[in-house]
């Protein structure tokens, strides 16, 4: 598995495709890249260089429960920094879910390195507002206050990080819980106190500031309802709506699997739409 030492921390990436104009596809949630294989190589096979990568404290990477900046800025810096060492900027950033936001944020922080975004699945609205900080803190604030560092890591979670990567484990269990608790707190805080809807965490103005061309895809569940896509694309200033021939369904979540069947004509609508970017056809 490759690996690159980027800002304190080996973070596992791959390249699919060996040449043509770089895309960064981020997942959503707290998972790692694995889900999005079939997605990268079908876009590569269309004439593009897809990197995926499993953000710190995500998949193999490694876990490092620290920052004074919010989880989402670090993994914004992180990019950036994989990236560069890479020689693959400018590039399109893309993703779904919490993929997305990290795109957008990646925009804001580090425009020069962007050349367009690709954004599936908007989160945003009070249903995600009221779950998400659970997700992804709360119940490890309350596995580290009630059992310290051993009961973190027997979460299903941070269990499949240990699987992917054993040394995370000597590095959890090394941490003091107080200072995760400390951490995980802060991270809490940052996330909790941006926007509800329409995009979770994600200021209007500065969606109303992108200048970069970008595609929104929305999405169908209750975490990431269409109307959080139709208004991003609303704010977003010339963004590019494509709609999938989906419906919105009664459900907290639907994994990304299940746009599956969809992936083929996903992936020839990003092409054409970087092509055009690009100003080329499609090869």
């Known amino acids: 598995m ?8 080996q973070i596992h990436y791959r390249v699919f495709g060996e040449s043509g104009p770089w895309l960064a596809l981020i997942t959503g949630g707290r998972r790692g890249f694995n889900e999005f294989i079939p997605f990268a190589e079908k876009i590569a096979a269309k004439g593009f260089r897809v990197l995926l990568h499993d953000r710190r404290n995500t998949g193999a990477s490694d876990v490092l429960i620290a920052g004074h900046d919010g989880e989402e800025e670090i993994w914004a810096d992180d990019l950036a920094v994989l990236l560069d060492q890479l020689h693959a900027t400018p590039a399109f950033i893309g993703g779904t879910s919490s993929g997305a936001r990290l795109s957008m944020l990646f925009n804001q922080r580090h425009p020069a390195a962007v050349k367009g975004l690709l954004l599936m699945r908007i989160t945003g609205g009070d249903f995600a507002a009221g779950r998400l900080p659970e997700m992804y803190y709360q119940q490890f604030i309350r596995a580290a206050q009630e059992g310290g560092m051993q009961a973190v890591c027997e979460t299903e979670q941070y269990r499949e990080r240990i699987q992917a990567n054993p040394a995370n484990l ?7 819980p107080a200072e995760y608790i400390r951490v995980m707190t802060h991270w809490l805080s940052i996330f909790l106190k941006g926007p509800r809807k329409p995009v979770l965490g994600m200021e209007d103005d500065v969606m109303r500031a992108i200048r970069v061309p970008t595609i929104v895809v929305p999405g169908n569940d209750k975490t990431h309802a269409s109307v959080n896509g139709h208004a991003a694309h609303a704010l977003i200033p010339g963004s590019i ?7 919105d369904q009664d459900v907290p979540l639907l ?4 746009w599956a069947p969809h992936e ?19 090869p």
Not at 255 to 258: A, E, I, K
Not at 264 to 282: H, P, Q, R, Y
Request: net charge negative; aromatic share 12%; charged share 20%.
């Open 2 to 9: 490759p690996f690159l030492h980027i800002r304190e921390v």
């Open 255 to 258: 994994p990304f699997s299940d």
């Open 170 to 176: 000597t590095r959890l269990m090394a941490m003091d």
């Open 264 to 282: 083929a004509t996903l992936a020839t609508v990003f092409a054409d739409f970087m092509n055009k970017v690009n100003g080329t056809s499609a």
């Open 241 to 247: 709506l494509y709609e999938l021939p989906i419906q």
